[in-house]
C-alpha cells in the first residue's frame, strides 16, 4: 500500500502526488486497496497518519499501540519504523473525504463485493443481478438490458445457485409454510409440496421480519436492562470505594486505639500481677515494725511487773498505750485475711475479660451500626420547666412555669423529658452535647416508667430506667439504675456523650466522645419493654447532635 504524505512534506507538492496515485489506482481498478486500513482491511474509518506516513483507522492503530505499550517501545505495524515514545496520530482529512466518497459511490460494491460481468477491461461494481441470464450488471449495462418479466432483476450476490431450485433448476419464487423452505413453480405444481400452503417471497419474508423485529425489541428491551443493571452495579462500586476509603481510615484508626488500649491494658494487670506481691512485702514490713514494738511493749511491763516499788508502778504514765485498740486487732485480721485468701489469677482473669469486652463494645459501636436513626424529643412528655426547641431537638431548663396541661404522659417535678421513637430492637445509637452544664443527666427508660412526681419517676431511681450523671462537685461521671450509684473515676468531661444500645444482649453502653472514645459503663440486663431516650436538664440545655441503627 502506498504511504500518505509524511507530515513534514510540502502540502502542495505532497497533494499532487497523492491525487496523482489516487488517479492512477482508478484507472487500474486498484482505488479500493489504497483505502484499505492494513490492520483491519476495510475501508479507512477516521484514518491517521503515523511520522512514517503510513496510514491506520484511528481505533486500529490504537489497539495496535495499546498492545505495544508494555513491550518498552512503539512501531509502525506496516513498515516497522520504530519510536522510542508513543507516536502522536495525525487526523488524515483528505484521506477520510475521499474514503467517505468512495464509500457513498459504491455502496453495492462494499456490501457485496460482486463485479459487472460485462465490464472486462477494469472491475466495476454491479449494482443488480437478473437471475434469468445469469449474468451481473452495473450501472450502465443495467440500463440496457432487457425488462421483460421473465428478466428477473435482484440485488447483486455472488452464488446465483441460491437463487434456483435444486431439482428443477428454477427461480425460486413461492415459500412452503408447511415444510418451511423456498420452492419454484414446478415444486408447487407438479413436485412433493403440491398441495401445500404457499405464499410468496415478498409476503414469507415481511412475516419472519415481523417476527424478527419482536425479537429484536425484546432483545433491545434486555439490552436496556442489562445496561441499567450495568449502571446500578457501578454506581453501586462507586459508593462502596467510597464507603471502603472511610472504613479503611476508621480501620487504620481503630486499629491505633486498640493497640494502646492492649497495651494500657497489659501494663495494668503486670502492675496488678506485680503489686500484689509487694503489697504482701509492705504489710509484712508493717507487721515486722508493729512486732518489734511489740517486743519493747513486752519487756517495759516486765519491767513494771517486776519493780518491788508501789509508787513507781503507779506513777507510770504511758500504761495506756502498752496495749493495742480492739479496733486495731480487727484490721489486722482483716488484712491477714485479705491478703492470705487474694484470688491471684482470678482477679487476672476478672480485670482481662472486662479490658477485653470493653474493646470488643467498642468495635461494635466503630462498625455493626449503619443507618440513621434521628431522635426526636416528645413534647407531651416533657416537664413544666423544660422548653424544646422547633426542631425538637434540643431541650433547655427554665424557672418560668411553661404552663402545659397537665397529661398521664407528662413528667411532674422532674424536668425530664423522653424521646418520641422507642427501640424495641436492633442496635442504636445516640449522641447529645451537653455543653458544660453543672448538673445534667441522660439514658434510657421503658414507656411505663411512673410520671406522677415521686421519686420512682426521676431517671436512675427505679428499675424502669438507666442514666448516666455529671456530678460537677466532684469532677466525676456517675451511673444510675434502681437507686444504685456507681462513681466512676474522675476525668474530664468532653461535653459530648454517645448512648449505645444493643436490645437483644441486653446492653446500654456510655462514652465520653473525647479523643479517643473513652468507655465510662455498661449496663448488662434482659429487656422486657421498649426503651426511650431519656433527658434531665436542670439549667442550660442539651442539644441532640444525632444518631444511628442497625437492623
Avoid at 79 to 92: G, I, K, T, V
Avoid at 289 to 306: A, G, M, P, Q, T
Avoid at 344 to 373: K, M, P, R, W
Avoid at 382 to 402: C, E, P
Wanted: aromatic share 6%; charged share 30%; hydrophobic share 30%.
Amino acid at each position: 500500500m502506498s504511504p500518505l504524505p509524511h507530515p513534514h512534506s510540502s502540502p502542495v507538492s505532497e497533494t499532487f502526488r497523492f491525487v496523482s496515485l489516487l488517479l492512477s489506482a482508478m484507472a487500474s481498478g486498484d482505488l479500493r486497496a489504497e483505502l484499505e486500513c492494513s490492520v483491519c482491511l476495510n475501508i479507512y474509518t477516521d484514518p491517521v497518519t503515523l511520522k512514517c506516513g503510513h496510514n491506520f483507522c484511528r481505533v486500529c492503530i490504537d489497539r495496535v499501540l495499546d498492545t505495544q505499550g508494555g513491550s518498552g517501545g512503539y512501531s509502525c505495524p506496516e513498515c516497522r519504523e520504530e519510536f522510542p515514545d508513543r507516536p502522536a496520530l495525525h487526523r488524515n482529512i483528505t484521506l477520510r473525504n475521499i474514503a467517505e466518497t468512495f464509500l457513498s459511490a459504491q455502496p453495492d460494491w462494499e456490501e457485496s463485493g460482486v463485479f459487472c460481468t460485462h465490464c472486462v477491461d477494469s472491475p466495476v461494481p454491479a449494482v443488480r443481478s437478473c437471475l434469468l441470464c445469469e449474468v451481473y450488471l452495473c450501472d450502465k449495462h443495467l440500463r440496457v438490458h432487457k425488462k421483460s418479466p421473465e428478466h428477473i432483476l435482484c440485488d447483486p450476490t455472488l452464488s446465483m445457485e441460491r437463487r434456483k431450485c435444486s431439482i428443477h433448476k428454477k427461480i425460486l419464487e413461492y415459500y412452503c409454510t408447511e415444510d418451511e423452505t423456498c420452492i419454484c413453480v414446478s415444486c408447487y405444481v407438479i413436485g412433493e409440496h403440491k398441495g401445500h400452503e404457499m405464499k410468496s417471497l415478498d409476503e414469507a419474508s415481511e412475516k419472519k421480519k415481523e417476527t424478527l423485529r419482536n425479537v429484536l425489541q425484546n432483545l433491545l428491551t434486555k439490552r436496556e436492562e442489562t445496561e441499567e443493571r450495568v449502571q446500578s452495579l457501578q454506581e453501586h462500586r462507586r459508593k462502596v470505594e467510597e464507603e471502603a476509603a472511610g472504613d479503611t481510615e476508621r480501620v487504620t484508626a481503630l486499629f491505633i486505639d486498640l493497640r494502646r488500649r492492649l497495651e494500657d491494658l497489659e501494663k495494668r494487670i503486670l502492675m496488678d500481677i506485680s503489686g500484689r506481691a509487694e503489697r504482701i512485702s509492705i504489710s509484712i514490713r508493717d507487721l515486722e515494725i508493729k512486732k518489734e514494738e511489740l517486743s519493747r511493749k513486752l519487756r517495759h511491763i516486765e519491767e513494771l511487773c517486776n519493780m518491788t516499788d508501789p509508787l513507781t508502778v503507779l506513777q507510770e504514765s504511758d500504761t495506756g498505750d502498752l496495749c493495742d485498740t480492739e479496733d486495731e486487732d480487727n484490721e489486722d485480721r482483716e488484712r491477714h485475711e485479705e491478703l492470705l485468701h487474694d484470688g491471684g489469677g482470678l482477679d487476672v482473669a476478672g480485670v482481662l475479660h472486662t479490658g477485653l469486652s470493653d474493646i470488643i463494645t467498642e468495635i461494635n459501636v466503630y462498625f455493626y451500626i449503619q443507618g440513621a436513626a434521628d431522635i426526636l424529643l416528645d413534647g407531651n412528655t416533657a416537664d413544666n420547666n423544660l422548653q424544646i426547641s422547633d426542631d425538637r431537638k434540643t431541650v433547655s431548663g427554665s424557672d418560668i412555669d411553661q404552663n402545659l396541661p397537665e397529661t398521664p404522659e407528662r413528667f411532674q417535678n422532674y424536668p425530664q423529658v423522653l424521646s418520641s421513637q422507642s427501640f424495641s430492637s436492633g442496635r442504636h445509637y445516640w449522641e447529645v452535647d451537653v455543653g458544660g452544664l453543672d448538673e445534667w443527666r441522660v439514658g434510657m427508660c421503658y414507656p411505663s416508667i411512673d410520671r406522677g412526681g415521686g421519686e420512682e419517676s426521676e431517671i436512675g431511681y427505679n428499675k424502669k430506667s438507666w442514666g448516666l450523671d455529671w456530678d460537677d462537685d466532684n469532677n466525676q461521671y456517675l451511673v444510675i439504675h434502681d437507686s444504685n450509684k456507681i462513681l466512676l473515676p474522675p476525668d474530664p468531661s468532653s461535653n459530648r456523650i454517645r448512648i449505645y444500645l444493643d436490645y437483644e444482649a441486653g446492653r446500654i453502653s456510655f462514652y465520653d466522645l473525647c479523643d479517643p472514645i473513652r468507655h465510662l459503663h455498661t449496663f448488662t440486663t434482659i429487656f422486657t419493654e421498649p426503651l426511650h431516650a431519656v433527658l434531665y436538664v436542670w439549667e442550660g440545655c442539651i442539644k441532640i447532635c444525632g444518631g444511628r441503627r442497625d437492623m
